[in-house]
């Protein structure tokens, strides 16, 4: 809510985003902002330092120009607008990942500086970084994959086409998080409702019946997961008999 306020409010031309626990590197304000203003882009990307702690230890590792977190990224604030790229309502956590989803693909005027800006740091209390898988797939993952499915829409109404590489990750993910949650005895009512209400998409007749959009998934798709040396889970429905099951209109 604070951060759709500034949205809303704000005269800057360009706008960042920071959790109060992270951090800033040097000069980092100025070089995204010299490339966003030089070049006029919609949104720049770049690299940022992760701090995660394991046992006793203390690891920090470089996240290369992603795009689910808000970390080292800036905007310029009339393209937010004229697209109308908000916040979804109600999400608490993982809203960058519904905001950067619609954000990076409705433009093509975007760019990527190679440089590490941000410091991602170790927060023992956050509601992203908690010790339990369970409450991590339950909380932190499912509106995740809730961001990449509202996404989709939102980019086709914005856009009025779909990126069919996005539908095939979003599959992926939606798939992963329900067998996950399967093994974890999570409620799977809400994951099959996301899933099924992507079947009542005018796009979703074409991406099924393409042979070539399968081809990211077929190369892609994994039969098991394994959570940091605790579990190894193997998936016991494959992909295709999963998504047929709850695709039935398309059977």
Request: include cysteine; charge should be negative; glycine fraction near 4%.
């Amino acid at each position: 809510m604070a951060r759709q306020h500034i949205l809303d409010t704000t005269e800057a031309d360009y706008i960042m985003f920071m959790d109060a626990d992270d951090m800033l590197m040097p000069r980092a304000v100025e070089l995204l902002y010299i490339q966003a203003k030089i070049q006029n882009l919609d949104i720049v990307r770049s690299s940022f330092v992760r701090e995660e702690r394991k046992g006793g230890d203390r690891y920090i590792t470089k996240d290369v120009n992603t795009i689910t977190w808000f970390h080292g990224k800036i905007y310029r604030v009339g393209y937010l607008k004229e697209k109308n790229i908000r916040f979804l309502p109600g999400l608490r956590t993982d809203e960058d990942a519904y905001f950067n989803f619609i954000a990076w693909n409705s433009t093509k005027n975007r760019g990527e500086l190679n440089e590490m800006t941000y410091i991602w740091r170790d927060n023992p209390n956050s509601v992203t970084r908690c010790n339990s898988v369970r409450e991590y797939f339950s909380n932190t993952y499912n509106n995740y994959i809730r961001s990449q499915v509202e996404g989709l829409k939102k980019l086709f109404e914005l856009n009025k086409d779909i990126n069919y590489s996005l539908v095939s990750q979003t599959l992926m993910n939606l798939y992963y998080y329900y067998m996950n949650a399967k093994f974890l005895n999570l409620p799977l009512d809400e994951t099959e409702a996301m899933f099924m209400s992507l079947a009542d998409e005018p796009w979703m007749p074409t991406f099924l019946n393409t042979p070539q959009n399968w081809m990211e998934i077929v190369q892609n798709v994994k039969a098991g997961a394994i959570y940091e040396g605790q579990y190894v889970v193997f998936y016991n429905e494959t992909f295709y008999n999963w998504a047929m099951r709850l695709f039935k209109k398309y059977e």
